[in-house]
């Protein structure tokens, strides 16, 4: 499914022809909320990172900071390669390293990079002690997935789970919505659809977890189970159901 298509859909199940402007809207922003990964699961707050958002870069520097891409969420690890060996860096609070490392090294001191530091309003790396030359750094990270933009756009969610962006989307748009008891429906949905793909990652089997949970709503008598929830009202039936 590619940005237009989800769009389609999301504008089929609101109903809803005043909200057409925004729903590019809703739908960018469940992304973010999913990717940002906050969520009570088995009753508890839960942070996740997602598969899809791991990355990794080779980079040789001789600075003390290092610039990281854009749309970093989280530093997963960062290595030194020299000569064939890989030398793996300790992760440190900013003050922490520079506490260890005031100055450049000298003398006896070590003088490749032993820690770093994620500096994450700069979007760089602070390497301590200073570096003695040019090293190659290898590093693995967790970065926030590109807006969607024009509607040829895909990406993993709309390929793989499609279907956290949709709930996610008409969950975004409640305030537009008031109250509106289709709602609670979707706002299960979208709990369901995050915690079976958090199960299957940490089971390590996204593909079969990801196409049974879209199955399982897809064959989910959606009309009855809004009508359940509108005892009687006329809630608007989305089309394509």
């Avoid at 999913?34 to 040789?60: A, H, Y």
């Avoid at 970065?143 to 969610?157: F, K, R, V």
Wanted: glycine fraction near 6%; include cysteine.
């Amino acid at each position: 499914m590619n940005f237009g298509e989800l769009k389609t859909k999301v504008a089929s199940y609101l109903n809803r022809t005043d909200l057409t402007a925004e729903i590019p809207d809703f739908i960018i922003t469940a992304q973010r909320d999913v990717e940002r990964g906050q969520f009570i699961l088995d009753s508890k707050m839960t942070l996740v990172n997602w598969n899809c958002m791991k990355q990794r870069k080779t980079v040789s520097s001789s600075e003390v900071y290092l610039t990281l891409p854009e749309r970093i969420k989280e530093v997963r690890w960062v290595k030194i390669l020299l000569n064939s060996r890989y030398y793996p860096l300790t992760k440190k609070d900013p003050d922490v390293a520079l506490n260890l490392w005031p100055y450049p090294a000298t003398g006896d001191l070590p003088t490749r990079p032993e820690v770093y530091a994620f500096l994450e309003e700069q979007n760089e790396l602070l390497l301590r002690p200073t570096p003695d030359q040019s090293y190659t750094y290898d590093m693995g990270f967790y970065a926030y997935t590109a807006d969607l933009a024009a509607d040829g756009n895909t990406n993993w969610w709309t390929t793989n789970a499609w279907e956290i962006l949709l709930y996610g989307a008409l969950v975004r748009a409640e305030p537009y919505l008031m109250n509106d008891p289709r709602l609670e429906v979707w706002k299960k949905f979208y709990e369901e659809a995050v915690a079976k793909l958090a199960k299957a990652e940490k089971a390590g089997r996204v593909g079969g977890e990801i196409a049974a949970a879209r199955d399982a709503h897809g064959s989910l008598p959606y009309a009855r189970a809004v009508a359940a929830v509108c005892l009687g009202a006329t809630c608007g039936e989305p089309a394509g159901r």
